[in-house]
C-alpha cells in the first residue's frame, strides 16, 4: 500500500483534498509537523468533505522522526528541482511518496542524499514555479496506481 507524506503542508484546503484522494484510493496519509493548520479546522473538514472517517492517518514531529522510524522503506521524494520524471520511478506499490510543504519544498540536503529517489513532475510554460500540491499529488499516486495494476475499468 501506499503512503503519501506531506511535510510541513501549509494550505489546509491542499490537505483536505488530498486526504479525500487518499480515502478514496485506499492510501495511507501521513502529515510531518508543524502543520500550518489545525487537522480540526472547518477548511480542511471542507475539503474532505465527509470522507475522513476512511482515512488512514498519522502525525509525525518530524521528517528525521519519520524517516528513522520508516527505516527500510523505500522513499521516493518530488521537487520541482529533481532531474528524473516521475514516470520514470519504478513504483513497487509500498513506496513512501514525500511531498514538501507548498512554500518551501523538500530542503535541499535531503534531495541531495536521496538524489536517486527524487523525481519532479514537469512543467512547460517557464513562468509557471509550480503545481498545486494536492495536484501534484494527484499525478504522481495515480500514476503510481497504475504502473502496479491498481487501475481497472
Known sequence: MYKVVLV????????????RLCAATGTQLHLVEPLGFEITESRVRRAGLDYWEFVDLSTHRS??????????SRFCFFSKKARRIY????????????????????????????EENCFRIPIFEPGVRSLNLANAVSIVLYEALRQVGRLTS
Do not use: V, W
Not at 8 to 19: L, R, Y
Not at 87 to 114: N, V
Open 87 to 114: 514516470i520514470d520511478a519504478d513504483f513497487q506499490g509500498d513506496e513512501m511518496l514525500i511531498f514538501g510543504s507548498e512554500t518551501d519544498g523538500l530542503e535541499e540536503g535531503l534531495l541531495t542524499r536521496y
Open 8 to 19: 510541513e503542508p501549509k494550505i489546509p484546503q491542499n490537505t483536505g483534498s488530498i486526504a
Open 63 to 72: 521528517l528525521r522522526e519519520f524517516i528513522i522510524d520508516s527505516c527500510g
